[in-house]
């Protein structure tokens, strides 16, 4: 075992009953070292807030508690893994380790992004418990979430309706496809339940937008009167101004 | 991972190697940094999804591992053997029950499962509860009422997804029939062979555990990560409304319905939200893709292949692909 990556135990290791000493098991280090790179993921996720990129408000739980999780199941393996009679890794295992690695290097190496017009296209509408918070007609400022809602139900369209030319305060992305006219565009937000996978569009039309100012995937903040039109729902802006991405820049439902 | 003789001669990794792999995942570390493959849209967005898919997934594979590995060292043999010894016909419905109080998604119920079946449960029995657990679990059924709180589909979609996925569960066990662990598992180094790494004296309890954690943890990641990378292609080309065009169409849009939440790969935690937004289906190709989602997508497959044998996989698509049709033609005939 000239340059086997089984490292032999030292005066660390102790006989038990005369058996062979403990020695590091490579496998288990090797495990215990992927274990680690998962574990140190989920904590640079964590302390930097890049967990509101992947996950919604309602899942972000997931992050602090795998960190946990994977942190002692890496600890419990490596601290295991001193045994009496290692078996050296087969070369294909470890490069199958080494390739559950690099998720983890792509996550931290690329800068953070989130999901941008490209996706706009191939992502539904969003659709869920109606018109959230505004049962009869409603009161309090309208939100992309509650627009959106409105837009799969004839009594959300009808209450969204009722509020046609209230001023709204909406941020977003913006999209354009070939044929919207220059003086316009779609502000898209995702709503996001559980993890990016499952992103759902809101989008509103933004009328009344000076020409060339934004290009695709700017973050814009748009006020204007809402007015809402069947399925369609166009925002008369008043102001458009450039802002940097939320800090969540996924909605929950 | 695994402390045990391979089954044959293989190289074995040597500090070369360590080293390599090192150096390897430093270069695509560089290189993603200088190259910033993210400028071209559809790049981007595939490593968005993919990245939010195993940053959620992978937390609930631990936890499966970490419940598969309880399982191994400290449930006794023969609780798990007085299980299996009950009538089939109270088995399955028992097993398709025990999901209820397992509030974990599809990814961590493969492993339990396995450990089920390979500790002496019936193969049945621990695929149907397998297939189950995702559906019938309060978290997921809780999701399904607030997705659909204000529609007048609600009960239909709450009570036919449970009833709905129990029965497609159960129906699975029965195909299986009394397949033994054999016929069903793919068999596994690090239990395939008889002679333990250290034989005498036996490890301490604790070192068992993490050492059937880890190897469950590194089995079940590795598939996951093949099956979240097809999930994440086919989510980042695939347009949501192609499937429009089928809406309406009397059983087509069940199959179509069925065929998107294979290839979307959702948590079925989120899934009822996803199918929610397809309104011009009814709830009965909407109520399919509920069902099915959970217990066949890309990244089960995968999970699935690196699990069962060869013959699982294809048996397994169609039960659930045909209960389901025919369960959610019920549902439209009966519910509209």
Redesign the interface.
């Known amino acids: 075992m000239k ?3 089984a490292v032999r135990g030292t005066g660390h290791a102790r006989s ?2 005369g ?1 062979s000493p403990r020695t590091w ?4 280090v ?3 070292l ?2 680690t790179a ?1 574990a140190a ?2 904590w640079l ?1 964590l302390l930097t807030g890049r ?1 509101d ?3 919604s408000t309602r ?1 972000s739980w ?2 602090p ?2 960190a946990a ?2 942190t002692a ?1 890496a600890a ?2 490596i ?2 893994a001193r ?21 983890v ?7 953070p ?7 706009a ?11 959230s918070g505004t049962p009869d007609g409603g009161s309090g400022p309208l939100t992309l979430v509650d627009v959106a809602g409105a837009q ?2 004839k ?2 369209e009808q209450t969204l309706a009722r509020r046609a030319g209230e001023q709204v305060d909406f941020i977003g992305i913006v999209t354009r496809f070939a044929d919207t006219p220059a003086g316009e565009f779609l502000l898209t937000r995702y709503i996001v ?6 992103a ?1 569009t809101a989008q509103v039309r933004v009328v009344n937008v000076p020409p060339g100012k934004f290009q695709a995937n700017d973050w814009v903040e748009v006020k204007g009167q809402i007015y809402p039109l069947g399925k369609q729902v166009i925002v008369n802006a008043t102001s458009v101004e450039a802002v940097t991405r939320p800090a969540r820049p996924y909605l929950t ?1 | 991972m695994v402390d045990v003789a391979p089954s044959q001669p293989a190289r074995n990794a040597t500090v070369r190697t360590a080293a390599l792999i090192l150096a390897v995942l430093a270069l695509a570390a560089g290189l993603l940094r200088i190259l910033e493959p993210g400028r071209i849209a559809w790049i981007q967005a595939f490593l968005i999804v993919f990245g939010s898919l195993v940053v959620q997934a992978m937390p609930f594979v631990l936890l499966g591992a970490l419940a598969s590995a309880a399982i191994e060292v400290f449930v006794p043999v023969n609780a798990l053997e007085r299980l299996a010894g009950l009538p089939r016909p109270l088995q399955l419905p028992a097993a398709a029950l025990a999901g209820v109080a397992f509030p974990i998604c599809e990814c961590g119920s493969v492993p339990v499962a396995r450990r089920l079946a390979a500790r002496g449960l019936t193969p049945s029995a621990a695929v149907t509860f397998m297939l189950a657990a995702p559906v019938l679990n309060p978290v997921v059924i809780a999701s399904t009422f607030v997705a659909y709180r204000a529609r007048s589909s609600l009960w239909t979609m709450v009570i036919g997804r449970f009833a709905l996925g129990m029965l497609v569960a159960m129906v699975v066990g029965w195909v299986l029939g009394s397949r033994s662990k054999d016929e069903v598992l793919r068999p596994r180094s690090d239990e395939a062979h008889a002679v333990p790494v250290e034989p005498a004296p036996p490890e301490a309890r604790w070192r068992r555990f993490f050492l059937h954690m880890g190897n469950d943890f590194l089995f079940m990641g590795r598939y996951l990560l093949v099956g979240a990378a097809a999930a994440a292609m086919v989510q980042t080309f695939l347009p949501a409304s192609f499937v429009s065009k089928v809406a309406g169409t009397p059983v087509l849009d069940i199959g179509v319905m069925m065929g998107l939440a294979t290839v979307l790969s959702l948590c079925s935690e989120s899934d009822a939200f996803v199918a929610a937004s397809f309104v011009q289906f009814g709830p009965a190709a909407q109520l399919a893709f509920l069902v099915s989602g959970p217990m066949i997508d890309l990244k089960l497959g995968a999970l699935y292949a690196g699990t069962f044998r060869r013959g699982f996989l294809p048996m397994l698509v169609v039960t659930v692909f045909a209960t389901t049709l025919v369960g959610a033609m019920w549902v439209m005939v009966v519910a509209g």
């Not at chain 1, 490069?95 to 998720?103: A, E, K, Q, S």
């Not at chain 1, 290097?105 to 800068?111: D, N, R």
């Not at chain 1, 296209?121 to 018109?131: I, T």
Request: aromatic share 8%; glycine share 12%.
């Open positions: 340059d086997s990556v038990h009953g058996a098991s490579p496998g288990r090797a495990g215990g992927v274990l998962w993921l989920f996720l967990d990129l992947y996950l899942t997931v992050v508690v795998g999780l994977l199941a419990g393996l601290v295991s045994v009496r009679s290692p078996r050296p890794i087969g070369s294909r295992e470890a490069w199958v380790m080494g390739l559950m690695v690099v998720p290097v792509m996550i931290l190496a690329l800068p992004a989130t999901l941008g017009s490209f996706s296209s191939k992502r539904p509408g969003f659709s869920s418990a109606g018109f799969y139900s009594a959300g339940t559980c993890c990016v996978a499952d759902t439902p």
